[in-house]
């Protein structure tokens, strides 16, 4: 398949600025370690962000919605009804892909919009923060170095159980249909073990952040 300009337009930037992606199970604590990175300087470009706003009320997606799925998954205020998809899709592998089909590619053109607009403003280095990225056959292509974030499976679960009013049924639900923590470990270049406290997690970060930018002048290939 052809690459889109999507794709071209971030290859592209592969040995001008670090490309890093940041994943991690939900609950993991990726938006944590991703607003400590930004502290530190980094620029977050955040795909779950982007997705909810192309289906905001007149965003990019909601038209193609709209022509796939009808008015009945659209709320009030003309946004996707997220509730209603989701349930439409976690068991409709076709409606999945129908909607992946519409915003995947909004999704991957906003991203490489942010990231150029960064690297035009002089970013030091590109933080990807994208939740499904080991499972997607797009991001492991684009990045440099990938960051995942880890900790037990059961404290993922107590986490967002805090965080949300989702209940432990739906969370395991959730954590089913992402990469096993075993895939996810294998895949990545870079761990943050964040299964105790913020004052384990930001000693790990700011390592993170002084390799990333001790070899920001380095071809990517030689990290
Ligand atoms: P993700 O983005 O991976 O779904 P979050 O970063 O939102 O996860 O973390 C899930 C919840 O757990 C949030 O409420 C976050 O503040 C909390 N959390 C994550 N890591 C820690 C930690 N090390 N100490 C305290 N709370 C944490």
New binding site residues.
């Given amino acids: 398949m052809a690459p889109t300009p999507a794709h071209s337009a971030l290859t592209a930037l592969k040995g001008q600025i670090p490309l890093i992606g940041l994943t ?10 991703a607003k400590c990175l930004a502290e530190l300087g980094a620029t977050v470009i955040d795909s779950d962000q982007i997705a909810h706003d192309i289906t905001a009320p007149h965003g990019a997606a909601i038209a193609p919605i709209l022509d796939r799925f009808g008015p009945d998954l659209l709320a009030a205020d003309g946004s996707l009804d997220r509730p209603k998809m989701r349930r439409l899709v976690f068991n409709d592998p076709s409606a999945l892909q129908s909607l992946e089909a519409i915003t995947h590619p909004l999704i991957q053109a906003e991203t490489a919009r942010q990231a150029m607009a960064a690297y035009q403003n002089g970013a030091l280095y590109l933080v990807f923060m994208v ?1 499904l990225l080991v499972e997607s056959g797009y991001w492991p292509q684009v990045i440099d170095h990938l960051v995942v ?1 880890d ?1 037990p499976p059961e404290l993922q679960i107590v ?2 159980m ?2 949300s009013n989702l209940d432990r049924s739906e969370i395991e639900q959730i954590m089913r249909k992402q990469a096993s923590r075993e895939d996810r470990l294998a895949a990545a270049d870079t761990i943050l073990l ?1 299964d ?3 004052d ?2 930001i000693p790990q970060i700011d390592a993170l952040h002084q390799w990333i930018t001790k070899n920001r002048s380095k071809p990517s290939n030689s990290a």
């Fill in positions: 991690g199970g939900i609950g993991s604590g990726k938006s944590l370690a939740p974030v900790c986490r967002v805090q965080r964040n105790g406290s913020l384990k997690l």
